[in-house]
């Protein structure tokens, strides 16, 4: 005890000279001010340069692109009259966009309500314990560590009408001439359901942590009341994951309303358009008509489309706060 | 006593404020400049550079041999830069917006009109590549409005492949005709073995495939509903129907039927000579090929030409472009062209080359055959064709798939029309 009551007032002294500087030079305590909002500048900078850049930048320019009439030439002449609304007017008119905005609603309801019901009832199975619970879990996890494209190849030959696994397997049963991908009426229900497994492995890990913050006591005493599975599901599991469950379904919307990838390599979008999407009709817009302001347009309507789901995802997390 | 304790983490920190600045506003400059930097290369004078999609190695390889035969002969460096087939054109605009464009662009001939109507392109017979010895029908292949833009040093085209043990063992001759084709896909189908395999797919491809069937019938891609490609499109759904073409045709690209047909899957397919050296990968497959048959005996089999074509885009330095001049006039040489082709199992252009070739190769002359009488895609509509081409995937596989032919082709036709 007494040696640090000995060396406090060493070190105090110690630390009396150079203390003494900026103590005689009155002025510096607003240039030490000004360094240190610098200084927090500084680490800004870097992430308001890149977010401008490359996100400010490309978001501005093709808002401005769909007013233009942007095409090959324009990448030489650097010239793109403005056209008013001359491209809206072309793609609303266009039968196919009312297809593929119609298609682009039930693609995502579709694959969401999917992936979220059998994302959480994975999630409660998995909250209990039971023996390799921990290796089937990291299993269930594969779809996702596996790229999109490759998802789509293999699923497109899975889902061959004459040659593929899933209706050889089908024919066993008696029932194996599905036209998965082949049909019209199909097409995009196969893709759907494509994208459910897909999704699944996010839908569950997400929820699964959300179930581990649920205190155990809440169900304990629960059915010590006699409360039933079903009742404890629906009046403690439900209301305490209802943040989660937003964030869970309005990240998942973002990230299927502009599928673009999956449908490529599973359909092209194909059969006849059946399963056009919105993402599909910009790359097509843009990169085989190589209309650009066309393409634009499209874009501009998902990023719109998908702006809108951040803002109720940024008031359920602001809720969360609270 | 307590400005002592606090001016120790101050100084401390203003320490930290010095050495975290420059770091920060080094790495914010470098973000910046990095990002800027992809304008404005500079060009280096002895380096030059051919943007190909020979993104396959063994392609990759059999350009870089020539390339290489071309810069020691030329005394100039020629570097190749190869992106997949669909981003030629993309990477090519870009590349043109930042005044970086290499030399020579190897372009696919439904594309090449598309960027030449940019003015992008030079006009090659004034830069002295040589027109000798190419037949008309190729010349017009690498021609936009009247404009010589591209040099092919190969084409293609479809034909017919089949397999000949299973046509010897069930001792049925090669169709010629659209009517023995049916007959003998139906006699060939089998359960899990189809007669006939093509590409339907909604992509260029399934549109490459029905172009024979379009114009041999005489039909014409401007004017999408005439009674002639109604008929053609109805002769792909009398095949679905009698069960001699796979359902999943829709689904497939050209290299899907391939690998059908080598898995025995099919005893016949349209496809193109590109496969072959996967074909050739299978010792026990024993294929030949022909030329695609005709709605009516004695008539000519019109196929679809194919093939990249060389060109020079402006690139603003006339010295240099006449470098690239000489380069495609050395990679479109008789030699070169004959070495390509012989590893790409495609048809030299130029005529002396192919009359070379056709003797190395006499199992291929049906091809040489059929690339006689070939048609290009774009010599119509030029830059209009992708549209067409849309429209058309989108009509066939209407129709494919349970659409009349007739009502499918009007609402293409005017879907052209209305420019959408």
Redesign the interface.
Known sequence: MSSTAASAPAA?SG??A??AV??AKSPKPGS?KR??T??QW??I??AV??ML??FGYPLVRNVVMSFQHY??????T?EAPFNGLDNWK?VF????FGKALWQTILFTIGSLIGQFCIGLALAVFFNRRFPLNGVLRSLILLPWLVPMVVSGVVW?RIL????GVLNSFLGLFGAGDT?W????GMALISVIMVNIWIGIPFNMVILYGGLQEVPKEMYEAASLDGASAWRQFRSITLPLLKPVITVVLVLGFMSTVKILDLVLAL???????STQTLGTLTY?NS????DFGAGAVVGNILILISAVFAVFYLRANRNEGK | MTAHITAGPRQRRRRLDRRVIVPLTVVSALVGAVALSGCGQQRDESVFTVLNSSTDDSYHGWDAATLKRCSKQLGVTIEQQSVPAAQVMTKSLRMASSKSLPDIIQFDGSEMPTFAETGGLLDLKKLGVSTADIPQGILDYGSYKGTYYGAARTVNTLALFYNKDILDKAGLPVPTTWAEMQATAKQLTKKGSYGIALSAGGAEDGVYQFTPFMWSNGGDETDLDSPKVVEALDYWKGLIKDGSLSKSTVNWTQADVNDQFMAGNAAMMINGPWQVETLNTKKNLHWGIAQIPVPKAGEDSVGPLGGGMLTIPDVGDTAREKTSAKIVNCMTSEQEEVTYALNSWMIPANEKAAAVWRKKVPSLSSLADQVATARSRTAQLGSGWTSVSLALQSAFQSALTGQSSESALHHAQQRVESGN
């Open positions: 105090a630390a009396s150079p203390v900026p103590a030490l360094r240190r610098l200084a500084g680490f900078a870097p340069i890149f850049l490359f095409t090959p030439s324009t990448f030489f650097g072309n008119q266009d039968d196919l497109r061959d009408q004459d040659t036209p991908l082949s049909s019209t359909t092209d979008g194909g059969p006849a358009d097509q990169f085989a008509q190589l």
